[in-house]
């Protein structure tokens, strides 16, 4: 578990949720892998992301955002 989902942290009050999600948990969340998430980042597509240092991170509702704008509406054959 990376320092960004560690419960109890000094740095955030306690019962305080996770700021970040790491990139194994976010696509976990979005159902790819981890490897397709690195690929998005590199191709400056995908899910909005975070970088603190070397460490990407994904917050909970930039990845509600992501699934949102992913959203096909089909059209109605007339």
């Known amino acids: 578990m990376s320092h960004f989902s560690t419960p109890g942290c000094a740095c955030a009050p306690p019962d305080a949720p996770a700021l970040l999600h790491t990139a194994d948990e976010a696509a976990a969340i ?3 892998s981890p490897g397709t998430l690195r ?11 975070v ?17 949102a704008s992913c959203v096909v509406v089909p059209e109605v054959a007339a």
């Open 30 to 32: 979005l159902k790819v």
């Open 39 to 49: 690929r998005w980042r590199r191709e400056n597509t995908g899910p909005t992301y």
């Open 51 to 67: 970088k603190v240092g070397c460490r990407v991170g994904y917050r909970h509702q930039d990845l509600v955002d992501y699934v």
